[in-house]
Nanobody, 120 residues
Framework: QVHLVESGGGLVQAGGSLRLSCAVS????????MGWFRQAPGKQRELVAS???????NYADSVKGRFTISRDNAENTGYLQMNSLKFEDTAVYYC??????????????WGQGTQVTVSS
């Protein structure tokens, strides 16, 4: 059983910072990438940031220069550091792992989501 547990969300004023954590438990054969998604009311879920197995990072244009994705493989934890938060960043944020099972089949895992609310 694989579980992703997110933490770090909350209410913050515009211009402030939050650090989201994604703790992973369970056995995973191969992690190919870790990503953070967000979904605001009435909008599609969008990819905010990702980091590949090789360490390559990618960010949505809207968060470039403000957000930083990272991981601690030894602690099985991923992070999203969010600085200079804007009201538009308000959303439920989800952690995602893109993995390969031992069979070679792709398998995605999702966290339960954590609410980030930025007040203007």
């Amino acid at each position: 059983q694989v579980h992703l547990v997110e933490s770090g969300g909350g209410l913050v004023q515009a211009g402030g910072s939050l650090r989201l954590s994604c703790a992973v438990s369970g056995s995973i054969f191969r992690i190919n990438a870790m990503g953070w998604f967000r979904q605001a009311p009435g909008k599609q879920r969008e990819l905010v940031a990702s980091i590949t197995r090789g360490g390559t990072t990618n960010y949505a244009d809207s968060v470039k220069g403000r957000f930083t994705i990272s991981r601690d493989n030894a602690e099985n934890t991923g992070y999203l550091q969010m600085n200079s938060l804007k009201f538009e960043d308000t959303a439920v944020y989800y952690c995602n792992l893109a993995t390969t099972a031992i069979s070679g089949m792709p398998r995605d895992y999702w966290g339960q989501g954590t609410q980030v609310t930025v007040s203007s």
